[in-house]
Every structure is written in C-alpha cells, then in structure tokens.
C-alpha cells in the first residue's frame, strides 16, 4: 500500500541526514508505511538527487557535513514553492529554529523528542499542519507573546528610530534573512567580507538584539523587511 498525496499521487520524500543509522531507521519507517524516499548524506548530495525532480516533502538535517541546512531550505522554497519541509535535528536553539522557520520550513522535530510515528508525523504535515517539538513551540509561543505585549505597552524609554537604518544596513538585513552567509551577503551587494560585520554590528546596536534569528524578528515586526 503506498501513501498518496491530496491529488492521489503518491508522497515523494527526500530524506537528508548524514548519521546513517538515523537514515537507515527513518527511511525504514517511512517506506513501510508506503513512502516513496530518496535519501542523502549531504548538501551535494541533496542537490543531485533533486535533479530527479522536486519532491512532495523534504526532511533535513541542518548540520550537514558540506554544508548547513539552512541553506537547502532556502533554495527549496525558492525553486519548489510546493515542497514540504520539516527540520530534524538536534539543534533546538532559538537562532536555528527561527532561521528555518524564516527561509521556509514549516515544522521542526528535535532529534530527542522523535514522535513514535514519524510517517503519521509526515501524513500530518502535507495536510497542512506544522509538527513543532513541545520545546520549541513553547518559546516560538513566549515571543509571540512577548511581541504582542511590546505592540500594545511600548516599553518606556526612547522609541526606536528605524530612520537610523542606512539603506545598505536595510540590504543587509534582507540578506541575513535569507539566510545568506556573510561572504555570499558581501559578495551581492559589492562589499568586502570585512564590510559586513561592521554594519551587522551596527544593525544590533540599533535594534537591540544579539542574534541574527533576533535581527529578523525585529526587522518584520518593524517592517523594515518583508519575507
């Protein structure tokens, strides 16, 4: 029995993981349940089995031995607007889950916290739902709320002033998220590779934040940026 899409397709997976066991263990479970699934053990990898064609969903790794996997979410929202991403990793912090989240993946499972049934965990998802570890959906939560809390009682204290933002700053920002690295950030926009981390630097002082997950958070709720 095979597992078919809304269309009556059958669901196509490419399953991106570079810890074999892990692969061997998800692709087993996935094909049971009557998936088809391509996996890979890297970026390039994951490149050239793309070449086959865009799958219904992608399941990835984010530390990949080539590469991050932030990376191939961003150029698999760009070139398969369709496809279905889902993060499994072992990285729970708040910068790598929201830079996914930012770039286009619409659920993210820590290694740790496996659900039982990652094939209902994947049938889940292509209907439309986005499977979050309880962790992580807790402190997505606790911005949220913090953010709606800023948007109704501004914090005393001087206003932001967005006009501080240099147009190269605001480049900058759209590059950061991207997802872009600094060199590829450079590298567009015709600076050094020096450049960059100066006006990144600045780009903090004045929205006060500390990470580039943070960075962007603030860009979009000031509307500095559109995603």
Known sequence: MTEQG??????????VEDDAPTCWRL?????????EVRSAGTLGEARAALAGGAPRVLLTDLRLPDGHGIELIREMRQRFPDTEIMVISALGDEESVISAITVGATGYLLKDAFPTDIATTVRDLVAGH????????????????????NSAE???????????????????LWGIAKGFSYAEIASHLGLSKQTVPGHIKNIYRKLEVHTRSEAVFEAVQQGLIKL
């Open 6 to 15: 809304e269309t009556g397709e059958i669901i196509t997976i490419l399953l």
């Open 130 to 149: 986005s499977p979050i570890s309880a962790s992580i959906a807790r402190f997505i939560v606790r911005r949220t709320q913090g953010a709606a809390q």
């Open 154 to 172: 501004p914090p005393p204290g001087p206003v932001l002033n967005t006009a501080k933002l240099t147009p190269r700053e605001i480049d900058i």
């Open 27 to 35: 692709q087993d479970a996935l094909v049971k349940a009557g998936y």
